[in-house]
């Protein structure tokens, strides 16, 4: 964990912050361990099954804890017309797993997103937070064999897109690390 435990203060204990609750806890530790479903049930004053239901709808939460870098490629539409499957292809090969498994070293954990909100950049790879832009399949590996940029610690969450807090603050739901904003690139490496 990176945050403070109170990543919930900001909420007030209502059921309807359900869902930004659980992308600020992602946020705080990556992942939605069991302990941190508890903690929005109790914070929110909600059904712990109604909150593990929640979790386990959204494709976008992660239930199990992942590798020490994540890589998510984007195979929503613009990616895809644009060569994401065969990028994704490339990364499943380059790393000898499938998308949505970690490798057995536990360094990196491969995910599809259905849209990393760069279309225009597509097709997209985000790595630990940061997005490549126009990726190749000729460049993916150099793209996963690349250091981690210095400026993105090993923890923190998701976040391309951003809902709003009570606080008027903003927290990240999906394909990067949202507090700090996503990062993009074209893939020139
Ligand atoms: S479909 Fe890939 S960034 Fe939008």
């Known amino acids: 964990m990176s945050e403070p435990a109170d990543a919930l203060s900001r909420f007030p204990r209502e059921r309807t912050w359900l869902l930004p609750a659980l992308h600020a806890l992602q946020h705080r530790d ?13 914070h929110l004053r909600v059904p712990r099954s109604e909150v593990y239901g929640v979790a386990t709808h959204y494709p976008e939460f992660r239930l199990t804890r ?27 090969r380059h790393l000898g797993i499938a998308a949505g498994a970690t490798t ?8 599809r997103l259905d849209c990393a909100f760069d279309c225009a950049m597509a097709p997209v790879v985000e790595v630990e937070g940061e997005h490549r832009g126009r990726v190749e399949v000729g460049a993916v590996d150099a793209l996963l064999d690349a ?3 210095p400026a993105l610690s090993p923890s923190g969450g998701e976040g391309s897109s951003h809902l709003p807090l009570p606080s008027g603050e903003r927290v990240g739901v999906r394909g990067s690390r949202g507090f700090a904003g996503s990062r993009v690139a074209q893939a020139g490496l």
């Open 30 to 42: 990556r992942w939605l361990s069991p302990a941190a479903l508890e903690e929005a049930a109790d």
């Open 66 to 92: 992942p590798g020490r870098r994540v890589v998510r490629v984007c195979v929503g539409l613009s990616c895809r017309v644009r060569g994401g499957l065969d990028v994704l292809a490339a990364c499943e």
């Open 104 to 111: 057995t070293d536990g360094a990196v954990t491969l995910e």
């Open 147 to 149: 250091p981690p940029h």
